[in-house]
């Protein structure tokens, strides 16, 4: 993407952009790297009314390809309905949002397609390009241009294009024809990797990180590798299934502690009775379908959005042992005392989710606290678990990431 929105809309960036979850933040900072790929911020925009509508005027430049001053008149008028008070200048703030969600939705696209089995296999190399028309170029990008490596090089993690605020630079697939076409007889051999510590202020306080030279603090990671992932061989795939949770690893800091919340949750008395038991996976499904009123239902929690849960797919994906606790879903979706959210990283193949984590204490016969836990990735619920609360701290190990909402 050379100029402002030269590009024509293509359906990967789309829909990289539409699957983010507004998030509220008070500087960039508070995601780092691949956090960016899962949620929708603008930097000072804490109230969801003004990332609803500076989202709906990114939406329409990646799908209609509106020019910047078209959406500098959204921008106008976003700032004028909200009272919006942000830092630099018209010019420069309206410029950056433009550009680093145009920018990073195409670098996501654009990998999914240069990811893609087939086009793989005719272009196995991928070549970064300089682009020429930046005024000041970074002399490292300069240097890079034209380097040719094979595209499952690991330099590509931290130097896919974009590599900074105001970068254009990309990469194209490059065959085997192409590279005999220019001079080469085989890839390149990718440059050192030299970081270099570099401070990120964020509203937690100053974090330190090891930031590749030539790359600006935070871009450090492969947009699309976070969003889309690679796609692992099935035997591969199957033994990451088998690890489970050893399987991610957690990008988002901040506990219980950091949210300033008390150590212990309230204790609830639940209004719904354990129920029986499954003997099989079709009675537990009617089971499921009983408490949440029918086959395929969106619940709605408090921090205004909705979680939909599939009775089929719940049933196969949970054990017969847990269907006592199944009337209890609903409270624990409509009237948590905490929900979570924090951003994971598959080993294996570098995608990044955002899971949300819903946590409610009740009271049952015969235990003094009842620890309920339900996770949803993408609007879908994933799973529940149920734990007794003094087993091991189990509690406070869930109340990890960004607190999203307290009762």
């Known amino acids: 993407m050379s100029g402002e929105a030269e590009s024509l809309p293509f359906k990967e960036a789309i829909d990289h952009f539409r699957q983010k979850v507004n998030l509220p933040t008070a500087r960039w900072a508070d995601m780092i790297g691949g956090q960016h790929t899962r949620a929708f911020t603008v930097a000072g925009a804490t109230k969801d009314g003004i990332l609803c509508d500076f989202r709906t005027a990114i939406d329409k430049a990646i799908s209609q390809g509106t020019t910047l001053e078209e959406f500098r008149k959204d921008f106008d008028k976003i700032v004028t309905t909200h009272g919006w008070s942000y830092n630099g200048s018209r010019g420069w703030r309206s410029r950056t949002i433009y550009e680093t969600n145009l920018r990073t939705a195409y670098a996501a696209g654009r990998w999914k397609q240069l990811t893609d089995p087939d086009v793989l296999r005719y272009q196995p190399w991928w070549r970064y390009i300089h682009d020429d028309s930046v005024k000041h170029p970074r002399p490292e990008h300069k240097a890079w241009d034209g380097l040719t490596l094979s595209a499952t090089d690991p330099w590509w993690k931290t130097h896919t294009p974009p590599n900074g605020w105001g970068c254009k630079c990309r990469w194209e697939g490059v065959s085997r024809r192409e590279l005999k076409a220019s001079g080469k007889t085989g890839p390149d051999q990718a440059p050192p990797l030299d970081t270099e510590p570099a401070t990120l202020n964020t509203s937690m306080g100053p974090v330190t990180i090891e930031t590749p030279k030539g790359i600006d603090p935070g871009w450090g990671y492969s947009v699309g590798e976070s969003a889309f992932g690679w796609q692992l061989p099935q035997a591969e795939m199957e033994g990451w299934r088998a690890m489970r949770a050893d399987a991610w690893e957690t990008l988002t800091p901040g506990n219980w502690k950091s949210a300033g919340q008390p150590q212990k949750l309230p204790i609830d008395t639940p209004a719904a009775k354990p129920g029986p038991r499954a003997r099989d996976v079709a009675q537990l499904r009617e089971q499921i379908k009983a408490a949440i009123g029918g086959d395929q239902v969106a619940i709605a929690i408090p921090d205004g959005t909705t979680i939909l849960i599939d009775a089929q797919a719940l049933a ?84 990890v990431g960004k607190l999203l909402w307290a009762r």
């Open 316 to 399: 196969e994906h949970l054990p017969l042992t847990r269907a006592p606790m199944v009337p209890l879903l609903p409270e624990l979706l409509s009237d948590p005392a905490e929900i979570w959210v924090r951003f994971d990283r598959h080993k294996g193949t570098g995608k990044v989710v955002l899971r949300k984590r819903l946590i409610k204490v009740v009271r049952l016969k015969g235990e003094e606290g009842l620890v309920l836990v339900a996770d949803g990735a993408g609007g879908f619920f994933g799973g529940w678990t149920f734990i007794p609360m003094n087993r091991l701290g189990y509690l406070n190990q869930q109340r």
